[in-house]
């Protein structure tokens, strides 16, 4: 290997900016191999999140850039990722079979949390990733009418719960337990139970993911999740107007009091596209994502309209990352999905896992 080529490849690496990351490529530590002789450089990266097609457009972008550096006239590059269990709350249980487990919060009810969880969790599974996705809102659920499931779970083995599979999803609700019309008559600690019962009973297999959709609030459920249940980050979903951001930070100040990562803030209905012409308009105000995440310090993962085909396609048991994976409204719930995929990528590993990292390569 040619000492000089390889200090050139790295010096230009350290100059390319992963924007989900928000780093350069070698501060990233996303190389995993690199070869450099003769003027024939092989390059595989790492990003640690799932990347999907980006992987293929981030490779070219890197391979044309290499190839325009003086005494390289081949580029080679290779770009997959793996997926490493991250660190939860001390001395909590790990939940077999699942590596990470991410919370999607809202605190006030109407901002489109279980929508933003659905696709979420379906934009990470189209990048590549095993993904669950676990229906924590026990008096209302709403994901077996998202994902379009019809019936009942049915148990392994008497005492474990075999998830409903939906789109590639492994998903689990209450709604799968009771009869579609009748309601979860439950008080707290029947209700902390259920969900207890829910994620560590069912038979996830080998997930990168857990998305866990949780009710509205700051109660019992939320206080399980943070004192019970090893979550590695939280993701929190507000609109823009002033209403929902006032609950908004009640959430996010939950999170820190337990010691949950907040990954970042969702700003969903940002703007409403008219479905006639195509106009958008802030209805709801503006940036007030933006300001919330300011105001603690994560990061704003992406801001989502108000548009009647997401309502459409979620009536149908179909969400729009599923119904329409190649258009506009699915791109930004990708933007999300990589963003948050990243942020936690750069949180602390749990070296105590076993469970194997994966690898999935584009070129």
């Not at 890197?62 to 290779?78: F, K, N």
């Not at 109407?110 to 008096?139: P, Q």
């Not at 337990?177 to 019962?197: C, F, H, N, Y």
Request: proline share 5%; aromatic share 4%; hydrophobic share 40%.
């Amino acid at each position: 290997m040619s000492d000089s080529l390889k200090k050139t490849v790295e010096t230009e690496l350290g100059r390319f900016n992963e924007p989900y990351l928000d780093t350069d490529l070698m501060s990233a530590r996303a190389v995993r191999s690199l070869e450099a002789e003769e003027g024939h450089v092989k390059l595989a990266l790492d990003l640690g999140f799932p990347c999907g097609q980006y992987g293929q457009q981030l490779a070219e972008r890197v391979r044309a850039m290499l190839e325009a550096v003086s005494g390289i006239d081949r580029a080679d590059v290779t770009v997959g990722f793996s997926v490493a269990a991250r660190a939860v709350q001390p001395s909590l249980k790990r939940v077999d079979g699942v590596r990470n487990i991410i919370a999607v919060a809202s605190a006030k009810g109407g901002v489109g949390k279980s929508t933003v969880a659905a696709n979420l969790a379906l934009a990470l599974k189209a990048d590549g990733a095993s993904v669950g996705l676990l229906d924590a809102d026990i008096y209302g659920p709403s994901q077996p009418r998202l994902m379009g499931i019809e019936g009942r779970a049915q148990a392994k083995d008497g005492k474990t719960l075999l998830p409903m599979v939906a789109h590639g999803l492994q998903t689990m609700s209450i709604g799968y337990l009771i009869d579609k019309e009748s309601p979860a008559i439950l008080r707290g600690p029947m209700v902390t139970s259920a969900l207890q019962q829910m994620l560590f009973q069912t038979a996830w297999d080998d997930l990168d993911y857990l998305i866990i959709d949780l009710p509205p609030g700051t109660g019992d459920i939320q206080l399980t999740l943070a004192q019970k249940i090893p979550v590695s980050g939280a993701v929190v979903v507000t609109t823009p107007q002033d209403l929902a951001l006032i609950d908004a930070r009640k959430g996010v100040e939950m999170f820190k009091k337990v010691n949950v990562p907040v990954l970042g803030i969702v700003e969903n209905m940002s703007t409403h596209i008219c479905s006639k012409c195509g106009h958008q308009e802030a209805i709801f105000g503006a940036h007030g994502g933006q300001t919330l995440a300011d105001e603690y310090d994560v990061d704003l993962l992406g801001e989502l309209p108000l548009d009647i085909a997401i309502r459409e396609h979620s009536d149908a048991g179909t969400p729009t990352v599923v119904a329409d994976p190649e258009g506009a409204l699915a791109a930004a719930y990708f933007d999300v999905s990589r963003n948050t995929g990243a942020r936690l990528a750069r949180q602390k590993k749990d070296y105590a896992s076993k469970f194997p990292n994966i690898k999935i390569e584009s070129t």
